[in-house]
């Protein structure tokens, strides 16, 4: 397309209404009031990042909200949403051509088109993902005349299905010998495994975060789930009580496992992880795609095309790392990198320098399963450490498990699942890298204030 073609030529164009486009939108739109600003995006609602609370330096929560682009559009003159889904990019002349067949000609682009499911079968009517709203109802409908489902996957997705779902028979297969292997240790799936078993809580209070709920089918794939997904849906199936029936007769699907069992179900979900959604970027020009599928982003969230940004679940941060973080795709991070990208987007166009956030120092993440708090911090797996790692331990059964990693004496990593309070303490402990050798196992002594031991 040469630029005669274009509809109109926006100063910058990002692609995706998703946590990652919607936060780098904000911080172009109001760092550069002055620059037309394009959101092209294939759902119909955009996701906003409402009640930020910064936790502590790297710690932070927030909710999320489905909001119609109006809302968008009203706050920031400068910006226009697009809604259609983009269908190739042209790279050479600098323009994204969108599925109802516009052109639009950009001079700084950021992609931030997320993932999909990584589905075991794709294309089959008994296999579910779970990544939108509408994947999401889907998978509410099938589940009220469901008697029996199998999970398979280990991580996020699975952990909150097998504990939410009601009235349904869940056969849950995991490939590790532990449960929640993307979050956890051996440990901590100990700590955890009583909650499956036992009753589940009342919720005392409603639950203050948005309800995803759709009114119009979206033309195209709608931005990822977050925390609270479940709660606006009754995850019930056919069973009128919580309990593991056997169910004989026919089944509308059979699984086979690797190790060798065959189960009938209803449907099958996969929660297997996020596949990045590059295909529309990639045909004709030459991104560097790194091994996990992700557009390779160095440390100023640039691709390897001229002018093309790219943040989220969509990209690999390939920059060096600092020696406590790593890249996981989680809203936080969608957050940090479209909001990162947009500045980076501004810096170039103003010429000014720009360093590498210092959210990108330490991997940080707060979450909840099982109806625990669970905050991650540093590399709370041993990830990359090999044999040079020493672990403490403190886990009281049905209150807290506190795992601290120790490296050359220094903390590099925690998992603090519980009440404990100790996020703050351990975040300081880790940045400062203090040699903790004088202290040993005392350092989780119950009996002993962490925090004025410290101070
Ligand atoms: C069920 C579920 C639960 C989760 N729970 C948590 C949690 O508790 N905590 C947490 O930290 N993370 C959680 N995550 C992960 C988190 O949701 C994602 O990491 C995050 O939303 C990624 O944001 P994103 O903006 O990169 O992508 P997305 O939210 O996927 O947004 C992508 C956007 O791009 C648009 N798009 C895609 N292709 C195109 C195209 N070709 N043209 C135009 N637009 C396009 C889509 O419509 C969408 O608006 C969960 C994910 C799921 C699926
Ligand atoms: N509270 C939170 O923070 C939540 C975060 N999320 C995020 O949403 C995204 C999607 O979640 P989810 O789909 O659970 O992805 P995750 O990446 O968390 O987990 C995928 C799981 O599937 C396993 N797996 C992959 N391929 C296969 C296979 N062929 N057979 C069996 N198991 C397989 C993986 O094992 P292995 O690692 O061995 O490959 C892993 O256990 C993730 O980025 C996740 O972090 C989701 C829900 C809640």
């Not at 601290?404 to 300081?428: P, W, Y």
Request: negative net charge; glycine residues 10%; aromatic residues 10%.
């Amino acid at each position: 397309f040469s630029a005669s073609e274009n509809e109109k030529t926006f100063k910058f164009v990002i692609v995706g209404g998703g946590i990652a486009g919607v936060t780098c939108v904000e911080q172009l739109t109001s760092q550069i009031p002055s620059g037309d600003v394009a959101l092209i995006t294939a759902g119909p609602h955009i996701k906003a990042v409402t009640n930020y609370k910064q936790v502590s330096k790297t710690l932070e929560e927030f909710d999320v909200e489905e909001k119609p682009s109006s809302v968008l559009e009203e706050k920031f003159p400068n910006l226009t949403v697009i809604h259609s889904a983009v269908k190739s990019l042209h790279t050479e002349t600098h323009s994204v051509e969108t599925a109802d067949g516009r052109v639009f000609g950009y001079e700084k682009l950021c992609i931030c088109s997320g993932g999909r499911p990584n589905l075991l079968m794709k294309e089959n009517p008994y296999v579910l993902g779970i990544r939108d709203t509408d994947s999401a109802q889907e998978f509410q409908k099938r589940l009220c005349k469901a008697k029996r489902i199998v999970v398979v996957g280990n991580g996020g997705i699975a952990l909150e299905l097998v504990y939410e779902v009601e009235g349904c028979e869940v056969i849950w297969a995991v490939k590790d010998k532990a449960i929640g292997n993307t979050f956890f240790d051996a440990g901590a799936a100990q700590f955890l495994i009583p909650s499956l078993e036992a009753d589940k809580p009342e919720v005392a209070a409603p639950c203050k975060r948005t309800r995803y709920t759709t009114e119009e089918p979206a033309p195209g794939p709608g931005s990822a789930l977050g925390p609270d997904w479940h709660e606006g849906i009754a995850l019930r199936g056919a069973q009128q009580v919580r309990q593991f029936v056997h169910v004989l007769g026919s089944w509308p699907v059979y699984i086979q496992l690797t190790n060798g069992k065959t189960f009938g179900c209803d449907f099958v979900v996969s929660a297997t992880g996020v596949v990045p959604n590059t295909e529309p970027f990639l045909h004709g020009n030459n991104f560097s795609v790194a091994n996990d599928g992700g557009l390779q982003v160095d440390d100023h969230m640039m691709t390897s095309e001229p002018d093309v940004y790219a943040a989220g679940d969509v990209c690999t941060a390939c920059w060096k790392h600092s020696p406590l973080w790593q890249q996981m795709r989680l809203w936080t991070q969608a957050r940090q990198m479209g909001w990162y990208a947009g500045r980076c987007m501004a810096a170039e166009v103003l010429s000014e320098p720009i360093e590498l956030d210092f959210c990108f120092e330490l991997f940080s993440h707060i979450t909840k399963f099982f109806n625990y708090k669970v905050v991650l911090l540093g590399k709370f797996n041993g990830q990359g450490l090999g044999p040079d790692q020493e672990l403490l331990v403190r886990c009281t059964k049905g209150q807290e498990y506190v795992k601290v990693v120790v490296s050359g004496g220094r903390m590099v990593g925690a998992v603090l699942i519980g009440e404990t309070d100790l996020e703050e303490t351990f975040e300081n402990l880790i940045l400062n890298q203090m040699d903790l050798t004088p202290y040993g196992e005392e350092l989780l002594n119950p009996n002993i204030d962490i925090e004025d031991y410290f101070d």
